[in-house]
């Protein structure tokens, strides 16, 4: 039996990546930019024996078939042809945060998985082989393999690090509005949002320019304009959501709720700033001095499960055997 057990840490959209350029490659229409989290964290370990009978996935302790089953298969078929290995594996997988809520588990899930798959099959490859791997499952995954701030431009195979984790000690609070898995997978809102939305197109004609805007002040460690550009491309992002036919909506009512409270603390000179994926979950981008306070505020707010405080993360890793 040949095993490798990797850490992968989950990672927050600055400037958002919603929409296909390739769909069959899984390349993105739009080029986006990232922030590794220190917190919500994946760790999967793989093992391939000729005494397995099929591929079997373990997900927070409990068997798995279907869909995710799939989805794993599919990656370990692409490390098995590319080490031209036949034999099947067991995976177990475990993420410290809620799975399939909108809370980034399939990028840190199918990093880690791609890293102990390709290194449990023998093959030595560096990181962008490895996101490249990861990003034909899942796009967001191909960001998680570095640490800090990271960008996968449109059409790219593989992510690249803008600066590390240690260029702008930044804090994300990562604000828990519901429990259970979300009704509609992103890989599906986005192709529905795609064919559905009159409003697609003009969310990839503007994307480029607030990446570019998201890049500028992170590069310059500028909070103002990295929140407002930030803020802009998740809404705009689900703008091109709401339209689509049917909607695609994530908002719950605690959703707006948090969106309002954040604006009317920046309204006091509080510096904070929100960005959504494909959840009612709301991350607020703030600063050192205000995180601590900003937590326990919207602690306080009726709907708001838990406020965790995350900082600038690490690369994914494989631990020692
Ligand atoms: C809203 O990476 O989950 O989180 O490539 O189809 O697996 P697939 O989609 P996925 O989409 C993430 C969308 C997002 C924004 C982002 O992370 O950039």
């Given at each position: 039996?040949?095993?490798?057990?990797?850490?992968?840490?989950?990672?927050?959209?600055?400037?958002?990546?919603?929409?296909?350029?390739?769909?069959?490659?899984?390349?993105?229409?739009?080029?986006?930019?990232?922030?590794?989290?220190?917190?919500l964290t994946?760790?999967?370990?793989?093992?391939?024996?000729?005494?397995?009978?099929?591929?079997?996935?373990?997900?927070?302790?409990?068997?798995?078939?279907?869909?995710?089953?799939e989805r794993?298969?599919?990656?370990?078929?692409?490390?098995?042809?590319?080490?031209?290995?036949?034999?099947?594996?067991?995976?177990?997988?475990?993420?410290?945060?809620?799975?399939?809520?909108?809370?980034?588990?399939?990028?840190?899930?199918?990093?880690?998985?791609?890293?102990?798959?390709?290194?449990?099959?023998?093959?030595?490859?560096?990181?962008?082989?490895?996101?490249?791997?990861?990003?034909?499952?899942?796009?967001?995954?191909?960001?998680?393999?570095?640490?800090?701030?990271?960008?996968?431009?449109?059409?790219?195979?593989?992510?690249?690090?803008?600066?590390?984790?240690?260029?702008?000690?930044?804090?994300?609070?990562?604000?828990?509005?519901?429990?259970?898995?979300?009704?509609?997978?992103?890989?599906?809102?986005?192709?529905?949002?795609?064919?559905?939305?009159?409003?697609?197109?003009?969310?990839?004609?503007?994307?480029?320019?607030?990446?570019?805007?998201?890049?500028?002040?992170?590069?310059?460690?500028?909070?103002?304009?990295?929140?407002?550009?930030?803020?802009?491309?998740?809404?705009?992002?689900?703008?091109?959501?709401?339209?689509?036919?049917?909607a695609v909506?994530?908002?719950?009512?605690?959703?707006?709720?948090?969106?309002?409270?954040?604006?009317?603390?920046?309204?006091?000179?509080?510096?904070?700033?929100?960005?959504?994926?494909?959840?009612?979950?709301?991350?607020?981008?703030?600063?050192?001095?205000?995180?601590?306070?900003?937590?326990?505020?919207?602690?306080?707010?009726?709907?708001?499960?838990?406020?965790?405080?995350?900082?600038?993360?690490?690369?994914?890793?494989?631990?020692?055997?």
């Amino acid at each position: 039996m040949s095993r490798s057990t990797v850490v992968a840490h989950s990672n927050i959209a600055l400037a958002k990546y919603w929409g296909k350029a390739d769909a069959l490659r899984n390349l993105p229409a739009v080029p986006s930019l990232s922030l590794t989290l220190d917190r919500l964290t994946t760790r999967t370990e793989v093992a391939f024996d000729a005494a397995f009978e099929r591929d079997e996935l373990v997900l927070d302790g409990a068997p798995t078939l279907g869909r995710p089953l799939e989805r794993a298969s599919m990656l370990l078929d692409r490390v098995r042809a590319l080490a031209g290995l036949r034999e099947h594996a067991r995976v177990e997988s475990r993420n410290d945060f809620p799975t399939a809520a909108g809370l980034a588990s399939s990028a840190s899930g199918f990093a880690a998985l791609a890293f102990a798959a390709a290194r449990a099959a023998g093959l030595d490859l560096g990181f962008g082989p490895l996101s490249a791997l990861a990003r034909a499952s899942s796009a967001s995954a191909a960001r998680s393999f570095h640490g800090g701030f990271v960008r996968l431009r449109a059409g790219a195979e593989e992510a690249e690090q803008v600066a590390p984790a240690e260029h702008w000690p930044l804090r994300l609070l990562v604000v828990q509005t519901a429990r259970g898995a979300k009704s509609v997978g992103s890989t599906s809102g986005m192709q529905h949002t795609a064919v559905t939305s009159p409003y697609y197109p003009a969310w990839v004609a503007s994307a480029p320019s607030v990446f570019a805007e998201v890049e500028r002040a992170v590069l310059a460690r500028d909070l103002e304009a990295l929140g407002h550009a930030a803020e802009h491309s998740a809404l705009a992002m689900h703008a091109s959501m709401l339209a689509a036919r049917p909607a695609v909506v994530y908002f719950a009512p605690i959703t707006l709720r948090v969106l309002h409270e954040v604006t009317a603390q920046r309204a006091r000179g509080v510096p904070a700033w929100c960005t959504m994926d494909a959840g009612p979950h709301v991350k607020v981008l703030t600063d050192l001095g205000h995180a601590e306070s900003l937590a326990t505020h919207l602690r306080g707010l009726e709907g708001v499960h838990d406020v965790t405080i995350a900082s600038p993360g690490p690369a994914a890793r494989e631990l020692a055997p």
